[in-house]
């Protein structure tokens, strides 16, 4: 008979993944199967922030703002090496109307209907306010106002505009999130399959029989559809399960531009249509732009950022930089396809962010995982586990909160200290090179890195400072593969490498593989 575990995941982004280590760290055995890479739709395409979702108070999405709130430092001290703190300028447009539906401006329009279509700067600051005390802050600073007539924060700006909010939110690698939630998951016991596709999953007794394409069958006690913008597809045509429950695939689209200004600083821009985008600085000498909301017909893996988008994302910048941000100057875009749970909204911003977990108990347990934020992965988790608890009553309760993920055992300051000593130590190393290991590996860096005492000793160097040694340590604990895997999810090198350098690379791990 095959092995049979407690729990099999179907689906590798953050929500399955930070399931698979939340259970296997409770005791129980684990198997989760992603049918290409980690993180390859939606984990890693996402606006790259932990954060409360401000514009979803409009839409009077209180506990999902007040548990994302409070999850961001959480989350920040459990993996500083990743995700780091950033401060997010709001200018006040005093041109600025729109078209809104939200409950809030609806709300606004009865009392006052001179003012329909208009945000008025006291309910920006009315939001932030409980921004700032629905999660509890202790790290992050707290929202101030801005005079951009003085600053560096105006510098970039259109002359309307003098005036802003500042408030805190957090930075974080997406792809890499889930990787090491799958990393950790592993080194405690989790089986993590890569390239394996699940064709289907039956009740058999008490157990779930899940079979592989590859032909690889397998038991569990229950079982955890995290498929993300499959989770539909998981539901009628792997796991054949009668449900009126629907997924609404909304397609996110973001555009990357050579850097636009020279601070540090996010900005938060409103729109004529009622919508927001951000401005955000990016791997150091770029600014990333986004993020649209469109429904989405077809395959996720179909989704790209069209020229339409491109052309909304540039127009919204240009309304608030001094010097217009072009299609010409684009270096990448990527799309991103969120599985919101179907409440019927009207239009695809304006459909729930909160996650839906919907459990089929009718024989062994399968549960079902609609929708979901970055931000809120981990109280997902346990959710999940909650709503699972009566299966395995003898398990472990919470545990994940103020767990460093792997690398990551250090304070959220200690970063330029890390960098400095990995360069005393490493003195080959530049400047950009520590910076980007510390970023990405935390205190891990230095088992990368061994014995090394010039760059040679870390074998080729495939271009951008990716080495072999690097390369082995995502093979050997991070579940890459492909060079796609790496250049585009492990890191951003993509933007930094030439098309035959990534070809070479492809090379490269394709023997590598073979000799496997």
């Known amino acids: 008979m095959p092995e049979t575990t407690d729990l099999f995941i179907i689906?590798?982004?953050?929500?399955?993944?930070?399931?698979?280590?939340?259970?296997?760290?409770?005791?129980?055995?684990?198997?989760?199967?992603?049918?290409?890479?980690?993180?390859?739709?939606?984990?890693?395409?996402?606006?790259?922030?932990?954060?409360?979702?401000?514009?979803?108070?409009?839409?009077?999405?209180?506990?999902?703002?007040?548990?994302?709130?409070?999850?961001?430092?959480?989350?920040?001290?459990?993996?500083?090496?990743?995700?780091?703190?950033?401060?997010?300028?709001?200018p006040l447009d005093p041109e600025m109307s729109f078209e809104s539906n939200t409950p809030v401006s609806k709300a606004l329009s009865l009392v006052m209907p001179w003012k329909k279509g208009h945000r008025p700067n006291f309910l920006i600051r009315t939001g932030l306010f409980l921004y700032?005390?629905?999660?509890?802050?202790?790290?992050?600073?707290?929202?101030?106002?801005?005079?951009?007539?003085?600053?560096?924060?105006?510098?970039?700006?259109?002359?309307?505009?003098?005036?802003?909010?500042?408030?805190?939110?957090?930075?974080?690698?997406?792809?890499?999130?889930?990787?090491?939630?799958?990393?950790?998951?592993?080194?405690?016991?989790?089986?993590?399959?890569?390239?394996?596709?699940?064709?289907?999953?039956?009740?058999?007794?008490?157990?779930?029989?899940?079979?592989?394409?590859?032909?690889?069958?397998?038991?569990?006690?229950?079982?955890?559809?995290?498929?993300?913008?499959?989770?539909?597809?998981?539901?009628?045509?792997?796991?054949?399960?009668?449900?009126?429950?629907?997924?609404?695939?909304?397609?996110?689209?973001?555009?990357?531009?050579?850097?636009?200004?020279?601070?540090?600083?996010?900005?938060?821009?409103?729109?004529?249509?009622?919508?927001?985008?951000?401005?955000?600085?990016?791997?150091?000498d770029f600014t990333l732009i986004g993020t649209t909301d469109q429904d989405h017909e077809g395959s996720p893996l179909d989704a790209q950022c069209t020229p339409e988008e491109q052309q909304y994302l540039c127009d919204f910048a240009s309304r608030y930089f001094k010097q217009p941000v072009t299609r010409a100057q684009i270096v990448w875009t990527y799309s991103g396809v969120r599985p919101l749970y179907d409440d019927g909204a009207k239009s695809a911003t304006a459909a729930t962010r909160e996650y839906v977990l919907s459990l089929d108990d009718n024989g062994a347990p399968c549960l079902n995982v609609f929708g979901g934020k970055i931000t809120t992965y981990r109280k997902l988790a346990e959710h999940a586990l909650e709503k699972l608890a009566p299966n395995f009553p003898d398990r472990g309760g919470d545990w994940t909160a103020g767990v460093p993920l792997p690398g990551g055992n250090f304070p959220v300051t200690a970063v330029a200290q890390l960098i400095a000593a990995l360069r005393r130590d490493y003195p080959f190393l530049t400047k950009d090179w520590a910076h980007r290991l510390i970023r990405a590996y935390g205190l891990?860096?230095?088992?990368?890195?061994?014995?090394?005492?010039?760059?040679?000793?870390?074998?080729?160097?495939?271009?951008?400072?990716?080495?072999?040694?690097?390369?082995?340590?995502?093979?050997?604990?991070?579940?890459?593969?492909?060079?796609?895997?790496?250049?585009?999810?492990?890191?951003?090198?993509?933007?930094?490498?030439?098309?035959?350098?990534?070809?070479?690379?492809?090379?490269?791990?394709?023997?590598?593989?073979?000799?496997?």
């Open 11 to 90: 689906g590798g982004g953050i929500n399955g993944c930070g399931i698979a280590r939340d259970a296997v760290g409770r005791g129980l055995s684990v198997r989760l199967a992603e049918m290409g890479d980690l993180a390859q739709a939606t984990s890693s395409k996402s606006t790259k922030l932990f954060h409360g979702g401000l514009r979803y108070l409009e839409y009077l999405e209180i506990r999902l703002v007040r548990e994302a709130l409070r999850e961001r430092e959480t989350l920040l001290r459990a993996m500083p090496h990743i995700s780091w703190p950033m401060r997010f300028v709001l």
């Open 132 to 284: 700032d005390s629905l999660g509890g802050r202790k790290i992050l600073p707290g929202t101030k106002s801005v005079d951009l007539t003085k600053g560096p924060e105006g510098r970039p700006l259109k002359s309307r505009l003098t005036q802003a909010y500042e408030y805190s939110d957090c930075w974080v690698d997406d792809a890499r999130l889930v990787a090491l939630n799958a990393r950790d998951a592993a080194e405690r016991g989790a089986d993590i399959l890569v390239g394996a596709e699940v064709s289907e999953a039956a009740r058999e007794g008490k157990l779930w029989r899940i079979a592989l394409t590859d032909g690889r069958v397998f038991h569990a006690r229950a079982l955890v559809n995290a498929g993300g913008p499959w989770v539909g597809h998981v539901i009628r045509d792997v796991v054949h399960l009668p449900t009126t429950e629907s997924v609404r695939l909304v397609r996110g689209s973001h555009i990357v531009v050579p850097k636009l200004y020279d601070h540090d600083k996010a900005y938060f821009f409103q729109g004529a249509d009622g919508r927001i985008i951000f401005a955000i600085p990016y791997e150091r």
């Open 444 to 516: 891990d860096a230095r088992a990368i890195l061994g014995d090394a005492r010039e760059a040679g000793d870390l074998g080729r160097d495939f271009g951008a400072t990716l080495t072999e040694a690097e390369l082995r340590w995502l093979m050997d604990h991070e579940f890459a593969r492909h060079a796609e895997d790496i250049v585009w999810r492990r890191s951003k090198l993509g933007l930094r490498m030439q098309p035959e350098q990534i070809a070479a690379l492809d090379v490269w791990l394709s023997e590598k593989r073979a000799a496997a």
